[in-house]
């Protein structure tokens, strides 16, 4: 069990809606990723927020936006969803006080399946 | 794109050393080697980093060349369970971890 939360587990939706993918950090971790994980490929970084402001930009689409709340919980908002927005979405956390910042920790991600 | 070059896939028979091959010849002068594993579809799993010197921990060993363009990871005693798909990374000049399609490493009895 890494620390890093994920909900939910699997999202079902339709083409064209709109969905919010949850995720909670490790205790005392500043950092918030967001990958994409497409079927048998390698993980796309989407996102980082550092502390509640937005590090790093990978390649995220303009459908998609996030945010890091004042309690460091992060949410990925993906709307106008397509089918190929279908993927495991990995979020994972660093910064936690004595270890080196991008030794990341890794959520059990979410499964969204668009149809 | 991804700053490293790996196997797409390698066997090993269980009890016997692992030993994952990265390429790196691009690196830079202050950026670590990361590997991480993914075990299924589970979320990614940090194994060990390095920047020069070779590093070991409970979970592996990290050989880095002097020249720093490749490295191995070294699973000393692999079992079942280290079946998974192991990923080589650097650092991009954003500091983000650039994951390439790594290596599916089979463990066979």
């Known amino acids: 069990d890494s620390g890093v939360t994920q ?3 699997h999202l079902i939706t339709a083409t064209g809606q709109r969905v919010t993918l949850r995720c909670s950090p490790r205790s005392g971790d500043l950092s918030v990723y967001w990958y994409q994980q497409s079927l048998d490929q390698g993980l796309q970084f989407l996102i980082q927020y550092y502390n509640g402001e937005e590090r790093a930009k990978g390649n995220i689409l303009e459908r ?8 460091l919980h992060s949410e990925l908002n993906l709307s106008s969803l ?17 270890r080196g910042l991008n030794e990341q920790f ?6 969204l399946t668009v149809l | 794109d991804a700053k490293t070059t790996q196997p797409p ?25 990361y590997w991480y594993r ?16 070779n590093e070991t921990n409970e979970m592996a060993s990290l050989i880095i060349t002097e020249d720093r363009k490749s490295s191995t990871l070294i699973l000393p005693h692999a ?8 990923y080589c990374i650097v650092f991009d000049s954003n500091y983000q971890l650039i994951w390439g399609a790594g290596t599916k490493l089979i463990i066979k009895p």
Do not use: W
């Open chain 1, 106 to 111: 890794f959520g059990p991600g979410t499964r």
């Open chain 1, 7 to 9: 909900t939910p587990k």
């Open chain 2, 79 to 86: 079992t079942l369970r280290d079946t998974a798909v192991y």
């Open chain 2, 38 to 53: 993914q075990i299924h579809s589970q979320g990614p799993q940090y194994i060990i980093h390095g920047l020069k010197n």
């Open chain 2, 9 to 33: 896939s390698m066997d090993c028979a269980e009890g016997r050393a692992a030993n994952l091959p990265c390429n790196h010849s691009t690196i830079s002068g202050n950026e670590y080697v």
């Open chain 1, 64 to 71: 998609f936006s996030a945010q890091q709340f004042p309690d």
């Open chain 1, 82 to 98: 397509e089918l190929g927005d279908s993927a495991l979405y990995f979020c994972a956390s660093s910064g936690h006080r004595g």
